[in-house]
C-alpha cells in the first residue's frame, strides 16, 4: 500500500532554494546523481570485500545513463548498495547529510557567500528538482531478504512510498521526467558532456543508452611524467565538487619503503576561515576501494587543510575509525606524506613565490600552529614563514632575513599592532642608521611563534624593545657615566618609582630623546596588555627608561631636574615624558591622568610667558 509521507521541514526549504535555481549551472543534478551512485558502489564493493553476504552478488558494478525522448525522462541506475523501505524515507525524506545541513547555515549568514562558496556544497540529490517535475526512485538493498521500494516526489511538500510488483535486482534507479524547460538534457552529445566535465574520474564504467563513455584512469595511480598541469586541476575540480582551481599539489608515487600513491592539494582558500567546516578532505584507498572518504590521520593536525587521495595497497581493508589512529602503516604513510609535503613547500617557496605568498596569508597560521604546537618538523617549517620586515614591502622568510644582515648570530624583531607605528618608533633608529633590517610582528600569535622556535639556524632572536639591545660592539657599547648622570638617574628612578623599574643612559637612540624598553626576558608590551586583558591580576611588568644623552633634551633636563626645586613640576615633567615614550609605543596605560599632566603642563607654560 502507498504511503504519503511529509518531507522534514528543512527539505521544504531547500527544495524551494533548488527549485529557484540557486546553481548557474543546472546540469549540476547529473554529477549530484552520479556522485550517489557512485558512494552506493563504494559502499557495496567495501561489503563484499570484508565478505558480507550481498544480494545479486553476481551484477556487474556500473552506471548506467538512459535517455527515453518519448517519455521525456533521464535515468541514473546503479547496481550498489541500495537502500530498504525505512532508509529511502530516512534518507530522502530529511536532511541527513551534514554538508548541506551547513549549507542551509551558510545561506542564513548570506554575508561572505558568494556562487562558487556555494557549489562546494552540492546539495546532493534534491539538485534533480532543478530539472524535474518528478522524481521515481526504485531501490532495493544488498540484504538478502529486502523488497524493492518506490520513492515518488514532485518536489513538494509530500512523498509517496511504495512497494513494487515484479523482479528488481540490487540498486537503485533514479528516473526523472524532466520539466518543459529542460528538456535539452534528452540530447545524448549533452549528456555525454556532462558527464565528461564532472564525473569522468569516477572509478566505475558508466553507460549511456548501453554504449560506454570514456572515462579516465585514477590520476593517482598514473605515472606522474604522463600528467599534465591540467589533468591535476580537473581532477581537483572533480574531488571537490567545485570550479576552482588548486593553489599547488603534489603526487606521490612510490612503491617502497611503503606502498603510496597519492595527490595532495592545496585548496585555494580555508573553508574554515568561514567558520564552515570543509566535507572534503583526503579520501584513503587501497589499490582504488575506499576505505574512508575523509581521513584525518593521514596528516598532522596543522595540514588538516589538505585535500586529496591517498592509495596504499599496505592498508588493511577492514581498518576502522578506531584503529586507524595507531595503525602501523598509517603512521608509516603519514610520515612520508608530512616530509614529502614539507619538502615540496620548500620547493613552491623557491619555484612559485607569487602563489606561495597566496598559500601563506590563507594557511600561514596552520604552519604556525605546527611550530607552537612542538611538531617534530618544526625548524622545517620556520623555513617555510613570510615575516614583513623594515626595508621592504614583500614579506621574508628567516633565511633571506639573514642573507640581509651583517649581524648573522641575530634576528632581530619588534612587536606592534600597526605597521606605521611600529616603523616611526625610536627603537627602530640605531638599525636604520646602520641598514640592520628587523621583522615586524604584528599578531599576537607570532611572538610565541618565535618563543617556539628558539633558535633559528644558529641565530638568536632579539626583541628590540628589550634593554641591553645595541648594535654597537667593543667600548661604544660601554656607557660611560658621570657622576651628573648618576645622580640624574637616581632621582629620575626615585620621582618615577611607582611607574618604572630603572632610568638608564641609552646607546641605541639616534633622533629620540628617550625610550621605555622592556626588562630582559618579559615578553612585549603587546603580549603583557594581551595577556592583562586575558587575566586582569596579570601585572604587567615595569619598564626601563632610556635617555638619549647626545639629544639636547637630555642636557636641559639634567640641569632641571638636579636644579629645580619645583617638586610638582618636575614630577609632572617627568611622568609626561613616560607617558610620551609610551604614546611612541602605540600606547598608553592611563588616558585621563596623562591628559591632566599636559594641561597643566600648558598652564605653566602660558604662566611663563605671562611673565
Ligand atoms: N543511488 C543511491 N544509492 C543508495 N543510496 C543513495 C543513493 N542516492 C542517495 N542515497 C542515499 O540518500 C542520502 C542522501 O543523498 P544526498 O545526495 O542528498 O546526500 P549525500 O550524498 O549524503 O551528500 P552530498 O551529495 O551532499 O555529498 C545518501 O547519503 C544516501 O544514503
Redesign the pocket.
Known amino acids: 500500500m502507498a504511503r504519503r509521507i511529509k518531507f522534514k521541514s528543512e527539505v521544504g526549504r531547500l527544495l524551494d532554494i533548488v527549485i529557484h535555481s540557486l546553481y548557474k549551472h543546472r546540469d549540476i543534478f547529473l554529477r549530484?546523481l552520479i556522485?550517489?551512485?557512485v558512494?552506493?558502489l563504494n559502499k557495496l564493493k567495501f561489503k563484499q570485500l570484508q565478505g558480507e553476504e550481498i544480494a545479486d552478488g553476481e551484477l556487474e558494478h556500473r552506471i548506467d545513463i538512459k535517455v527515453d525522448q518519448n517519455e521525456k525522462t533521464i535515468e541514473i541506475i546503479?547496481t550498489?548498495?541500495?537502500?530498504t523501505e525505512d532508509?529511502i524515507i530516512e534518507?530522502?525524506g530529511t536532511i541527513?547529510?551534514s554538508?548541506?545541513k551547513k549549507f542551509l547555515e551558510l545561506l542564513d549568514k548570506k554575508d561572505n557567500v558568494t556562487e562558487e562558496l556555494i557549489g562546494q556544497?552540492?546539495?546532493?540529490?534534491?539538485s534533480v528538482f532543478m530539472v524535474a517535475e518528478k522524481v521515481e526512485v526504485v531501490?532495493k538493498s544488498y540484504l538478502k531478504d529486502a523488497y524493492p521500494v518506490k520513492w515518488i516526489s514532485e518536489g513538494k511538500e509530500r512523498f509517496t512510498v511504495d512497494t513494487v510488483e515484479g523482479e528488481v535486482k540490487r540498486g537503485?534507479s533514479?528516473k526523472i521526467y524532466l520539466k518543459e524547460d529542460a528538456l535539452e538534457f534528452l540530447s545524448e552529445s549533452r549528456i555525454e558532456a556532462i558527464v565528461d566535465r564532472y564525473s569522468k574520474f569516477v572509478p566505475y564504467p558508466i553507460y549511456l543508452n548501453g554504449r560506454k563513455l570514456k572515462q579516465v584512469k585514477p590520476l593517482w595511480l598514473e605515472n606522474p611524467n604522463s600528467l599534465k598541469k591540467e589533468d591535476y586541476e580537473e581532477f581537483y575540480k572533480y574531488l571537490t565538487k567545485s570550479e576552482l582551481k588548486p593553489l599547488s599539489y603534489l603526487h606521490i608515487y612510490s612503491d617502497a619503503p611503503v606502498d603510496l600513491k597519492s595527490i595532495i592539494y592545496i585548496p585555494p582558500f580555508s573553508l574554515v576561515k568561514f567558520g564552515i567546516e570543509d566535507d572534503t578532505g583526503i579520501r584513503l584507498y587501497n589499490r582504488k576501494v575506499l576505505i574512508d572518504e575523509k581521513t584525518e590521520e593521514l596528516v598532522p593536525d596543522y595540514l588538516r587543510f589538505l585535500k586529496g587521495v591517498v592509495d596504499s595497497e599496505d592498508i588493511q581493508l577492514n581498518i576502522s575509525r578506531e584503529t586507524i589512529q595507531n595503525d602501523p602503516v598509517v603512521l608509516r604513510l603519514k610520515k612520508t606524506i608530512t616530509s614529502k609535503f614539507i619538502k615540496h613547500l620548500k620547493d613552491f617557496l623557491k619555484k612559485d613565490r607569487a602563489n606561495y605568498n597566496l598559500f601563506f596569508d590563507e594557511f600561514g597560521v596552520y604552519l604556525k600552529e605546527g611550530i607552537v604546537k612542538d611538531y617534530p618538523e618544526k625548524q622545517d617549517l620556520a623555513e617555510l614563514l613570510l615575516f614583513e620586515y623594515t626595508d621592504g614591502n614583500e614579506k621574508i622568510t628567516l633565511s633571506e632575513y639573514l642573507e640581509k644582515t651583517d649581524y648573522k648570530d641575530s634576528i632581530y624583531y619588534i612587536v606592534g599592532e600597526d605597521r606605521k607605528t611600529i616603523e616611526k618608533s625610536p627603537y627602530l633608529e640605531q638599525f636604520y642608521q646602520k641598514g640592520v633590517p628587523v621583522l615586524i610582528l604584528t599578531q599576537v600569535l607570532d611572538e610565541t611563534v618565535i618563543e617556539h622556535i628558539g633558535k633559528f639556524k644558529e641565530a638568536e632572536f632579539k626583541l628590540i624593545t628589550r634593554e641591553d639591545i645595541t648594535l654597537e660592539k667593543g667600548e661604544k657599547a660601554e656607557k660611560t657615566i658621570e657622576e651628573e648622570d648618576k645622580k640624574f638617574l637616581e632621582k629620575v628612578k626615585e620621582i618615577l618609582k611607582d611607574r618604572i623599574f630603572d632610568a638608564v643612559i641609552s646607546t641605541r637612540l639616534v633622533k629620540s630623546p628617550y625610550c621605555l624598553v622592556s626588562q630582559k626576558n618579559s615578553p612585549s608590551s603587546q603580549m603583557e596588555r594581551m595577556m592583562n586583558a586575558l587575566n586582569k591580576f596579570y601585572v604587567p611588568s615595569k619598564k626601563i627608561l632610556e635617555f638619549n644623552p647626545s639629544h639636547p633634551v637630555y642636557k636641559n633636563l639634567k640641569r632641571f631636574i638636579l636644579n629645580s626645586n619645583d617638586k610638582e613640576l618636575k614630577e609632572t615633567l617627568l611622568n609626561s615624558i613616560v607617558d610620551a615614550a609610551e604614546l611612541s609605543e602605540g600606547f598608553l596605560s592611563d588616558i585621563p591622568s596623562s591628559v591632566e599632566r599636559y594641561n597643566q603642563l600648558i598652564e605653566r607654560f602660558l604662566e611663563l610667558d605671562k611673565k
Do not use: K, P, Q
Open positions: 549530484e556522485s550517489n551512485s558512494d552506493a546503479d550498489g548498495i541500495g537502500m532508509e534518507n530522502l541527513a547529510h554538508g548541506t556544497f552540492g546539495v546532493g540529490f534534491y531501490s537503485t533514479v
